[in-house]
């Protein structure tokens, strides 16, 4: 199977510090490959180098069969790789349909001090709206941003960046500050959203990872010490012993 993102051989020292020490991991079509690791085994700095905003020191990234390794941040957005969740980009004073309008007037290439005329662009609106739809905020479309929860603004996220129409998703702990429900609402949302284009999921929250993950890598130390389902990482000594413990 082809991947649609892919790292071979990556390497970051910081000092003699190698954070990430030789990493290689494919995301395939129709996927959730979760990333799971303790503190500090490099997660953050991998997705760094995945989404271009850290140039790793050897090593390649590519992305639908191009290497972009080279390639800063907006190329890659604009090729389709969506990153949400690490800061809130949202603009909380707006209402969810001016946040998912920046987004598709992002999408469109069009300059932003047409923002006034963009609100009357059918086109746009319609890809606004049908993104809002797709992650089933299209009911509050006129509440302000800073009046949804914690939950639904993840969900806005989520809609912000389908109006990129993305070829895949890396997410950087998608449940933190979530309560239960919201966590099991967002659960079940990426379940279905792997539909519209993989996920990489960085997540610290072993209920959701073995919820939703197709395969999981276990990064320890800069270094994938095994990748596989949800039953094989359980059952792997090497991991049990580095990071899962009794929580296997
Ligand atoms: N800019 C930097 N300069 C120096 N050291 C860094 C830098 N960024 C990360 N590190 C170090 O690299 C290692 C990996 O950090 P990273 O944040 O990638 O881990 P992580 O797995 O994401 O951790 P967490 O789960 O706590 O978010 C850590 O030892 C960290 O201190």
């Known amino acids: 199977m ?7 051989d ?8 190698k954070a990430t020490d030789g990493v290689s991991l494919t995301l395939r079509e129709g996927e959730i490959h979760a990333i799971i690791g303790p503190n500090g085994a490099g997660k953050s700095t991998l997705i760094a180098q995945l989404c271009g905003s850290l140039a790793p ?12 390794t080279a ?13 949400t969740f690490q800061t809130s980009a949202l603009a909380m004073e707006d209402t969810v349909l001016q946040n998912a309008l920046l987004g598709a007037l992002g999408a469109s290439g069009k300059p932003w001090h047409f923002f006034a005329p963009v609100a009357r662009d059918r ?6 709206e049908a993104a809002l739809d797709a992650v089933g905020l299209a009911d509050l479309r ?6 949804l929860s914690h939950g639904q603004r993840r969900q806005l996220e989520v809609a912000v960046a389908l109006t990129l129409e993305p070829k895949a998703f890396v997410m950087d702990e998608p449940m933190a500050g979530l309560g239960q429900e919201g966590s099991a609402q967002l659960t079940s949302f990426l379940a279905d959203l792997k539909r519209t284009a993989p996920i990489l999921l960085v997540e610290h929250d072993m209920d959701a990872v073995f919820a939703l993950a197709d395969r999981i890598s276990v990064l320890v ?4 010490i095994a990748t596989g389902t949800v039953d094989e990482i359980r059952r792997d000594a090497a991991v049990r012993e580095a990071y899962l413990g009794d929580e296997a």
């Not at 990556?10 to 510090?17: D, I």
């Not at 130390?221 to 994938?224: C, K």
């Open 10 to 17: 990556l390497r970051k020292s910081f000092g003699a510090l």
């Open 123 to 128: 086109g746009l609106k319609g890809r606004a």
């Open 2 to 8: 082809t991947a649609v993102l892919a790292a071979t």
């Open 57 to 68: 020191d050897a090593g390649t990234v590519s992305f639908l069969g191009c290497n972009v």
């Open 142 to 147: 006129d509440v302000r941003t800073a009046d």
């Open 221 to 224: 130390y800069g270094r994938i």
């Open 71 to 83: 390639q800063p941040v907006a190329a890659r957005a604009r090729m389709g790789l969506a990153r």
